[in-house]
Structures are given as structure tokens and as C-alpha cells.
């Protein structure tokens, strides 16, 4: 069973603040891994995304740490701002066959950035 | 905004009814994914549609079914409904080419209730 474990599940941070949200993954296979943010009444988009031969790639104020021997991604938010909060999913993809490239996704975690 | 929509917006049902939810690619964009998302979980991927073809399934039974139409808009028709179907019902789309994980630019959703 391909799975992506995901804490914590929500997380209040101060503004200006740190928030750091971690996964951790099995199958390794997966071969990329992009983090979403999703709001209520809306679906999922795309923040940032890593490929494992890459140990941090930033943008903005979000950063993705990849540690491959550990099978452990992490994403970082800088500078943390109210209108952060939000829903954040990490996930992990395969080529399940002919092209197909399936996410798999982790439970979430839900940040309240506090002013 | 990302110009994929889905239709309805939200949806409820008996149990043992079927349902067809509808999804309208973003323009260029000739592969479509749809994914299960329970309440306070991640989406499960359900299956993916290249060029009116199924080219990816995920853990889901033969009732769940989809089509994709020559315009590249999608559908996901589920039948004999259970309870545990209730769910928002997310698609996404792909933009065309050749593609190593294109981003998955996703629709607002479905909320589907089955009672």
C-alpha cells in the first residue's frame, strides 16, 4: 500500500513566524513530490514541488527539505502571514503505467497563522 | 484560477442511486484525474483519462466509472451509491505534451452526500 504520512495535523503559528510541516514516504519509487495548499470551497494547488535528486529547493518564502535516505520531506514556510492559513497537503507521485501519474496524498494539515 | 470547473456544486443522493459528476478541462489540457476526497483526508486518486482513455486506475471498484469526450471534458459516474461514498469529488487537469509529472491544476469539486 503506497502511502505518505503527514504531521502534524494542524499547526498554529504566530505571525512572522515558522511553520514547519513534515511527510514521510515508503515506496521508493515515488519520484516526485509536490506540497499543495488548499482552501475551503476550493481544490488543491500546487505551492512547490521536489525531485528526490534535489535536497532543498526554495521559493519565496517556501522551502522544500528532501531527505532521501531518510524518506522524508518537509516544507517550511517563512514569514508565516494570516493569509497562509490554509490546508496543506503533501504528496508523492508514480508513474503507474502508460503514462499515468498518480499522487498520492497525505492526510493534511490544517495552519492557523494567529496575528 | 486555474479553468477547470466541475458540476454540480453540490449533490445528494439515496443510497443504491448513481450519480455522474461532470468536469471541464482547463483549454490545452488533454488529460483529466479524478480523486476522492473524504472529509479531514487527503484526495484518493481514482483514475485518469488520456485521449478518452482510462490510463490509470486507483483502489477504487468497477462501479466507479469515468469517460472522457473528444472536447477532453470528463465524467465520473458512480453506481449503487454507499454511504461511505459521500465525499468531495475532485478533477483534475494536465496540460497536453510530453510530460514527466505536469502539474495537476485542479477543479473546485463536487460535494457528493449520500444518505
Known amino acids: 500500500q503506497q502511502q505518505v504520512k503527514q504531521s502534524p495535523q494542524s499547526l498554529i503559528v504566530q505571525k512572522g513566524g515558522i511553520s514547519i510541516i513534515n511527510c514521510a514516504y515508503e515506496n521508493t519509487a515515488f519520484d516526485y513530490f509536490p506540497w499543495y495548499q488548499q482552501f475551503p470551497g476550493k481544490g488543491p494547488a500546487l505551492l512547490i514541488a521536489i525531485r528526490p535528486d ?12 528532501f531527505n532521501k535516505s531518510a524518506k522524508q520531506f518537509s516544507l517550511h514556510i517563512m514569514d508565516s502571514q494570516p493569509g497562509d492559513s490554509a490546508t496543506y497537503f503533501c504528496a508523492a507521485s508514480i508513474d503507474s503505467g502508460a503514462g499515468s501519474y498518480q499522487l498520492t496524498f497525505g492526510k493534511g494539515t490544517k495552519l492557523s497563522v494567529i496575528p | 484560477e486555474t479553468g477547470v470547473t466541475q458540476s454540480p456544486t453540490h449533490l445528494i443522493k439515496t443510497r443504491g442511486q448513481q450519480v455522474t ?95
Not at chain 2, 470528463?74 to 449503487?80: F, K
Not at chain 2, 469529488?89 to 477543479?107: D, I, M, V, W
Open chain 1, 54 to 65: 534535489v535536497s532543498e529547493k526554495k521559493e519565496g518564502r517556501f522551502t522544500i527539505s
Open chain 2, 21 to 115: 459528476l461532470r468536469c471541464s478541462s482547463q483549454s490545452g489540457h488533454n488529460t483529466v484525474s479524478w480523486y476522492q476526497q473524504a472529509l479531514g483526508q487527503g484526495p484518493q486518486f481514482i483514475f485518469q483519462y488520456y485521449r478518452e482513455e482510462e490510463n490509470g486506475r486507483g483502489n477504487f471498484p468497477p462501479r466507479f466509472s469515468g469517460l472522457q469526450f473528444p472536447n477532453y471534458s470528463s465524467e465520473l459516474n458512480v453506481n449503487a451509491l454507499e454511504l461511505d461514498d459521500s465525499a468531495l469529488y475532485l478533477c483534475a487537469s494536465t496540460p497536453s505534451g510530453t510530460g514527466f509529472h505536469n502539474e495537476q491544476f485542479f477543479g473546485p469539486g463536487t460535494r457528493l452526500t449520500v444518505l
